[in-house]
């Protein structure tokens, strides 16, 4: 009973070792083996091995416009594996004055992979396009090409310009310019050079001619004839401020005076 007892003891002691072995054997070789298996590579995707850098072009109806006339920007998103366009792609029109680039405007390709867009540039400015990438194309922009929006002059400050340029000029009665003036002369010779307006060689006659205009409602450019009664003496073209450009008299040369007196009538002639 006693050695019965015993011997099973015995037998269940024996065993416990060999199944504890067994079991470490076999999660020493697992862990083992775990290693081998993270080291291995990540697979690359389908998608970044097929990734394309596509081609961006621009072109512009005009480069050199007036202040409010319109310029159509035309970009077009090419596969160069397949000269496709690509349909779809945001396209980003981007602008640049004196500080960094800025998104004016996107426009998605069509199925040529054109897009088409209209700006009015209120000043002279750089453009580019850029597509940012996606759906198996990597980004890219076009090239810059500046706008250059001119400034042009009204036939008001054209006059005022060109009765500017001959200060200085010496006053001789009879002479029409472009080196000596009269009085009629002068009007007469910047009307003509500045605006094509024609007007008589002389002060009387000169009053005749373009729209009466109150003293109160004068602007620059405006033809000043000064009157004695209603005969007309002397003319000057009114420069604003209460100034005048006149050639006055003998001895004086061309300039830049205060309008006097109040026996004057206004013609609006630009």
Known sequence: MHESTSHRRRRTVGTGPI????????????????????????????????????????????????????????????????????????????????????TWVTRSTDAKGGVSILTKPGSSLYYRTVFSGGKGYTAVRSGQTKITVRVTQNKAAKVLAEAAKHKGAPYKFGASGPNRFDCSGYTMYVYKKAAGKKLPHKANSQQRYGKAVGKGSKKAGDLLVFRSGSYGTHVGIYAGGGYMWAAPHTGDKVKKQKVYGKNYVVRRLV
């Open 19 to 102: 199944a504890l072995s067994l079991g470490l054997s076999l999660a020493a070789s697992q862990l083992i083996g775990t290693p081998a298996a993270s080291a291995a590579p990540a697979p690359v995707t389908a998608a970044a091995s097929a990734a394309v850098k596509p081609k961006l072009t621009n072109s512009y109806n005009r480069r050199s416009v007036k202040k409010g006339q319109t310029v159509r920007v035309t970009a077009k998103l090419i596969n160069p594996k397949t000269g496709k366009g690509v349909k779809g792609a945001k396209v980003r029109l981007q602008i640049r004055g004196a500080k960094a680039w800025k």
